[in-house]
């Protein structure tokens, strides 16, 4: 049984850092990403991370927000940099699919709450 634990969110003002965690359990993946979902929006594309560290972000977190994976722990993680109080969301972990857009999603965790001061 697959299962993503994620941890970090919080309340931080604008300018601020936080970093998510999401540990998976069940088996190793070859790529997991995060997703993100404000109050009233659909959720979206943040960034994706391959099993050989190839990644790749959304255009509004590029140069802000990294992504990076620690096989050995089977956990992936999102540091967030110069955060916006746009980037308030729900922070979602997720086992992809696949590789490239539209980043199907065959996991899910539970969702961490983001959410920047301004």
């Known amino acids: 049984q697959v299962q993503l634990v994620e941890s970090g969110g919080g309340l931080v003002q604008a300018g601020g850092s936080l970093r998510l965690s999401c540990a998976a359990s069940?088996?190793?993946?070859?790529?997991m990403g995060w997703f993100r979902q404000a109050p009233g929006k659909e959720r979206e594309f943040v960034a994706a991370?391959?099993?050989?560290?190839?990644?790749y972000y959304a255009d509004s977190v590029k140069g802000r927000f990294t992504i990076s994976r620690d096989n050995a722990k089977n956990t992936v993680y999102l540091q967030m940099n110069s955060l916006k109080p746009e980037d308030t969301a729900v922070y979602y972990c997720?086992?992809?699919?696949?590789?490239?857009?539209?980043?199907?999603?065959?996991?899910w965790g539970q969702g961490t709450q983001v959410t920047v001061s301004s």
């Open positions: 997720a086992v992809l699919g696949g590789w490239g857009k539209p980043w199907p999603s065959d996991y």
């Open positions: 069940g088996r190793t993946f070859n790529a």
């Open positions: 991370a391959s099993w050989t560290s190839r990644t």
